[in-house]
């Protein structure tokens, strides 16, 4: 979903949604607490479902893109998604335990738990990007804290949304997982629906409308937003390692990945070794772009010509565009294959740095001293990711204790977003909330503490009449708290 109509349609569509939703809100309210093996057996159903439809889903969503890498699709939207349901398979056992609590001295005897309760219905706005991916990556935490699931994909993969509605409707009764499609104005009434829980990927921007139409219901949100990600090449970096990875990060999916590296900060003096390491490394991945099946298009025309935008706007500001095509290759705006570039010169009033980027450009930025990069950082909204590359840990630890982003990859970029124990989730105007792994699975519980008081306990001497005996008893309270 790109964004919210203002003026939302009531029809059947509408009707349609409240009707899926009460079905799944009456389907919970007769099963509350899903046993560990109700949850496994829809686990494996949803592990069963990513692998049967592989071939389909790698087709549906390389029509929807125009051209999308397969093997990019088979690693990041489905590789990682079966990845989670095993991870999550492999640790729901000891999740779903009541987890006993310390309990303060003076309410002795009595003890204390938590219990994870599922919350009911959560609602899932998937983007364009990874769609199956983040699609049901959130509904792996969601199924297995005992929830049902509602989910909706972007409009602009009518090809992939369909048969995703296909196929969960082949491996699941309704009230149990379902998928609505539609256009925007569809997209804003299911942000509308009063979810026990509603977690929305995307633009900021859109992020911000979402949260204001659930906040109608109190509903709770996570928002996985994105920015502009800075990548930090320190002085002490061997440009040698960090080229091909930086490179590769850059221009897997053509850019179109919300924890994409959009911008280097790297010293004056090796900013021409820096370039020279990317146009090498670029060169040795991907010898062309045109007619090459590793390489992704740009997902419309509207977001191609976007992308040209940033570029021309900052060709007129001054900056220096270097492509990364070795062959001299031309870009074809009918394939939407755009040539990669580098941008030199930029400057804070430029709107490629000002926009999240999404495509496959890089712009560049020098700094004198790391406490400049830091503060660069700083001034502006907080990352969804940052990346270092060097050797020196001081300056690494600097980094690490002086920025705050939704999540961090050291000498390399994206891979934190890979591990299933650690959350994953924005901070700021990048996002609220985390999930993946156990994270997830919090995320989409109720922690409830529960007290068990027994028979026989002290508390009796802290009721009224108050008097001596209060004194006493509130006396010891005091000493031992």
């Known amino acids: 979903m790109n964004q919210l109509s203002s003026t939302p349609r009531v029809d059947a569509e509408e009707a349609d949604m409240h009707s899926l939703l009460q079905a799944q809100q009456k389907a919970f309210l007769a099963d509350m607490n899903p046993s560990y093996d109700t949850r496994m057996e829809r686990l494996r159903r ?29 690693l990041i939207d489905l590789m990682i998604a079966t990845a989670a349901i095993k991870h999550v398979r492999n640790k729901l056992k000891a999740w779903m335990r009541p987890r006993r609590v310390a309990t303060a001295l003076h309410f002795r005897p009595g003890r204390s738990l938590v219990l994870r309760q599922p919350l009911g219905v959560v609602g899932i706005i998937a983007p364009w990007n990874y769609p199956y991916q983040v699609s049901i990556g959130p509904a792996v935490g969601a199924i297995a804290a005992g929830n049902r699931v509602m989910i909706k994909p972007s409009e602009l993969t009518p090809r992939f949304s369909e048969l995703l509605r296909h196929i969960v409707t082949e491996s699941f009764a309704e009230d149990e997982v379902s998928v609505v499609t539609g256009d925007v104005d569809v997209g804003r009434t299911f942000a509308g629906l009063p979810f026990d829980h509603l977690l929305f990927t995307g633009s900021t921007a859109v992020g911000k409308l979402v949260a204001q139409v659930a906040a109608r219901n109190l509903t709770p949100v996570t928002l996985e937003l994105g920015g502009k990600s800075p990548v930090i090449i320190d002085s002490s970096c061997d440009l040698d390692i960090a ?38 490394t670029a060169a040795q991945l991907y010898p062309t772009y045109g007619r090459n099946p590793d390489y992704t298009s740009i997902i419309s025309e509207r977001h191609y010509a976007r992308l040209a935008g940033l570029v021309e706007d ?26 990669p570039a580098i941008v030199l010169g930029v400057t804070q009033e430029m709107r490629i740095m000002r926009e999240e980027i999404f495509g496959p450009l890089l712009p560049v ?75 997830g699975f919090r995320t989409f519980s109720k922690e409830k503490p529960v007290f068990f008081q027994p028979r026989h306990n002290g508390l009796f001497l802290l009721r009224p009449p108050y008097g001596r005996t209060f004194e006493l008893a509130a006396g010891l309270l005091k000493a031992i708290i």
Not at 254 to 278: N, W
Not at 314 to 332: F, K, T
Request: glycine share 8%; net charge negative.
């Open 46 to 74: 949803l592990q069963d479902m990513t692998e049967r439809h592989g071939p389909a889903l790698v087709e549906a969503i390389s029509q929807d893109f125009g051209h999308r890498s397969a093997h990019e699709t088979r």
């Open 243 to 280: 080229a091909p990875r930086l490179t590769h990060a850059k221009l897997l999916n053509a850019g179109q990945t919300c924890i994409a590296p959009d911008y280097a900060l790297v010293p004056a003096d090796r900013v021409p070794a820096f370039v020279a390491a990317l146009k090498r």
């Open 314 to 339: 900052a060709r007129v500001h001054g900056a220096q565009i270097i492509p990364l095509n070795s062959s001299g290759e031309v870009a074809d705006p009918d394939s939407r294959k755009m040539i």
């Open 365 to 439: 930025m020098t700094y004198d001293t790391l406490d400049n990069a830091i503060a660069h950082i700083n001034r502006n909204d907080r990352p969804l990711a940052l990346y270092w590359f060097g050797n020196d840990r001081k300056h690494r630890d600097r980094v690490l204790a002086g920025t705050i982003s939704g999540g961090v990859t050291i000498n390399d970029c994206l891979w934190h977003a890979a591990q299933d124990d650690m959350p994953f989730g924005g901070v700021g105007a990048s996002g609220m909330g985390a999930y993946h792994g156990e994270s």
